[in-house]
């Protein structure tokens, strides 16, 4: 049997005290909430954290998703404690981001997806995880805070490498924050192995729509070594354009020339490159028909 190493267990009370938590043990003191990707690192000792911070007891200040007023616009504000399960049901973010619905259907399974949690899918920074490539097409803000204070940091330089991200070993992910904007669309389209596996190549699309033209064009893309998990060149392509077959097939071979993919036991790094460029288009077509 697979057996981690010994640790320290605390259970935070508050975002605060999590924070004196993590200060009191130091860099290599973990936070666990849903646990799926850091209990099988444990078990195998690829991670072997001297503590682990337990934030499940909060909740009420981490686990909410809420429309809320920012400046003369709105922002979707999702707490990082949020079940894929809880992001999956809430009507207030499925219905203004269908993208959140595409892409919690397939990530992992119904006993992953109640227990595991935004936050912690986007701290984990594996370069094939699902919500980074969604959270980067729609363009959100990513709220940390620690012994300083609150931070923002833009999603799209939030990952700074594979398993790596903003957030300092004394620093808690709180929040993440998506403006909401009149006449958007969004969509994601995946291609797996099996139901619930990590993506061979995803695509995700948000795109906003006036007067015929597109104002703003955002593409997330996951597993083909996009950096920032993102497609800025297909992007500003497509800005100033009027929607439609010939822009979005465009927009995907931009997307897959600048893509990074790594054959591995999920396929060679052509078959990944057409997948990119095929994902974006099909995804860009939902994402314009959903406007």
């Known amino acids: 049997m697979q057996v981690p190493a010994t640790f320290a267990y605390e259970r935070a009370d508050s975002v605060p005290h999590a924070i004196a938590l993590l200060e009191r043990y130091g860099p290599d003191a973990r936070i666990v909430a849903g646990g799926h990707s850091l209990i099988p690192m444990m078990k195998l000792r690829l991670a072997q954290p001297e503590a682990l911070i337990d934030i499940n007891g909060l909740a009420g200040e981490l686990g909410r998703v809420a429309i809320e007023r920012e400046g003369e616009g709105e922002e979707l504000a999702i707490g990082a404690l949020v079940r894929h399960a809880e992001l999956l049901d809430s009507t207030a973010a499925t219905d203004l981001f269908p993208i959140f619905r595409d892409a919690e259907r397939v990530i992992a399974d119904p006993i992953v997806r109640n227990r595991g949690t935004v936050g912690g899918s986007l701290c984990q920074a594996d370069p094939s995880e699902d919500l980074a490539a969604v959270f980067a097409a729609l363009g959100a803000t990513a709220v940390i805070q620690g012994p300083g204070g609150v931070r923002t940091v833009p999603i799209r330089e939030f990952h700074r490498g594979p398993y790596e991200t903003a957030v300092e070993p004394n620093e808690l992910l709180i929040q993440l924050r998506v403006p909401v904007r009149p006449g958007t669309g969004s969509a994601y389209e995946k ?5 619930g596996d990590w993506p061979v190549a995803a695509a995700g699309a948000v795109l906003t729509v006036e007067d015929g ?7 997330g ?8 998990f993102h497609a800025p060149e297909a992007e500003e392509l497509l800005t100033g354009r009027p929607p439609g077959a010939e822009a979005f097939a465009e927009a995907g071979r931009v997307a897959a020339e600048h893509c990074e993919p790594h054959a591995d036991q999920r396929g060679p790094a052509d078959y990944k490159r057409h997948l990119a460029a095929e994902l974006t288009r099909r995804a860009l077509t939902t994402a314009a028909g959903r406007i």
């Open 213 to 219: 033209v597109i104002t703003s064009a955002g593409i």
């Open 221 to 228: 893309l996951t597993a083909v070594g996009a950096e920032g």
């Open 191 to 195: 291609v797996e192995r099996r139901v």
